[in-house]
């Protein structure tokens, strides 16, 4: 099976910008979750869909949002950039409650 | 809140030398527990994983002890090769999270020819 797929891959935007980034599951995968890696914070989840719903969330604020379609893809968007947010963003797929697989990550730089 | 400490890096050795990276957790019920390995420039792959207490994972020559009564998961591999120069993390799941895995900071290991 294909891995989990995530695009696209670097990404520079300014101050203000909004951002959207895509992942792509295992297939037969339902659940994908997202995490935030920065030197700083380590790594930290940011929300699961599984069948199109938000299950969980974590503790970003409401700029970072989420969705999943019913193919199982998900995207993620990030509102009114800051530099902060400058960020790997790794996807993660499961079936329901088993292992997570990530994905290569998306590395997004805030200027 | 659920809570993952491993040691702090880097971890530097030689070739054939034996490795061991400290885990605990703090949790409140009875998680999963998962060492992921980042490659540079790379996503997270799943190294070896235990669901319940005294499982033993095992992968590419490491392995590590699902230990409750000190909320341990230590990795250990007996030679390492300069292959396995990474980074490596410990995180920990709870079904009541759902798939939310809770991380701790990563230790960076690197290994000398």
């Known amino acids: 099976k294909a891995g989990v797929t995530q695009t696209p891959r670097y990404l520079i935007k300014t101050r203000g910008q909004q951002v959207t980034l895509s992942c792509s599951p295992i297939?037969?995968?339902?659940?994908v979750s997202w995490y935030q890696q920065t030197p700083g914070q380590g790594l930290q989840f940011l929300f699961e869909?599984?069948?199109?719903?938000?299950?969980n969330k974590g503790n970003f604020p409401g700029r970072f949002s989420g969705r999943q379609f019913s193919n199982s893809r998900s995207e993620m968007n990030v509102s009114t950039l800051e530099l902060g947010d400058s960020a790997l963003y790794l996807c993660?797929?499961?079936?329901?409650?088993?292992?997570?697989?990530f994905g290569p990550g998306t590395r997004l730089l805030v200027l | 809140g659920d809570s993952v400490t491993q040691m702090e890096g880097p971890v530097t050795l030689s070739e054939e030398a034996f490795l061991t990276i400290n885990c605990t957790y703090t949790?409140?019920?009875?998680?999963?527990l998962f060492w992921y390995v980042q490659y540079p420039g790379e996503g997270l792959q799943l190294l070896l994983k235990a669901t319940k207490a005294d499982d033993k994972g095992s992968n590419k020559g490491f392995e590590a002890t699902y230990r409750k009564e000190t909320t341990s998961f230590h990795l250990e591999k007996g030679s390492v090769q300069v292959s396995d120069s990474a980074v490596y993390f410990c995180?920990?799941?709870?079904?009541?999270?759902?798939?939310?895995?809770?991380f701790g900071g990563g230790t960076r290991v690197l290994v000398k020819p």
């Open positions: 949790a409140t019920g009875y998680p999963s």
């Open positions: 297939s037969g995968h339902r659940s």
């Open positions: 993660a797929s499961s079936e329901l409650q088993e292992t997570q697989y």
């Open positions: 995180a920990l799941s709870e079904k009541a999270a759902g798939n939310k895995l809770t």
């Open positions: 869909y599984f069948s199109e719903t938000q299950r």
